[in-house]
């Protein structure tokens, strides 16, 4: 019970983590983007802090994932 208790504090922290990254990452997105229009048209190698991003939110997806695998087996026992 107790253990249940701090995977469940670890979800929390990690789900806004990983919610933060993601907006983090989108706010280079220009509004042409979100309606469906060109937003430049070429693809660029990701550099700098943008890798860095793109690193930390792959990441923090793998631990949110292997935290809620847990999560539901500590509870189902």
């Given at each position: 019970?107790?253990?249940?208790?701090?995977?469940?504090?670890?979800?929390?922290?990690?789900?806004?983590?990983?919610?933060?990254?993601?907006?983090?990452?989108?706010?280079?997105?220009?509004?042409?983007?979100l309606t469906?229009?060109?937003?430049?048209?070429?693809?660029?190698?990701?550099?700098?802090?943008?890798?860095?991003?793109?690193?930390?939110?792959?990441?923090?997806?793998?631990?949110?994932?292997?935290?809620?695998?847990?999560?539901?087996?500590?509870?189902?026992?």
């Amino acid at each position: 019970m107790e253990l249940e208790k701090y995977f469940d504090i670890a979800l929390i922290i990690t789900s806004a983590a990983l919610i933060v990254s993601v907006i983090l990452q989108n706010k280079g997105i220009s509004l042409g983007g979100l309606t469906g229009s060109d937003a430049g048209g070429v693809f660029t190698q990701r550099r700098g802090i943008e890798k860095t991003l793109f690193w930390i939110t792959a990441v923090l997806s793998g631990l949110f994932l292997i935290l809620t695998i847990t999560t539901v087996f500590i509870s189902e026992s």
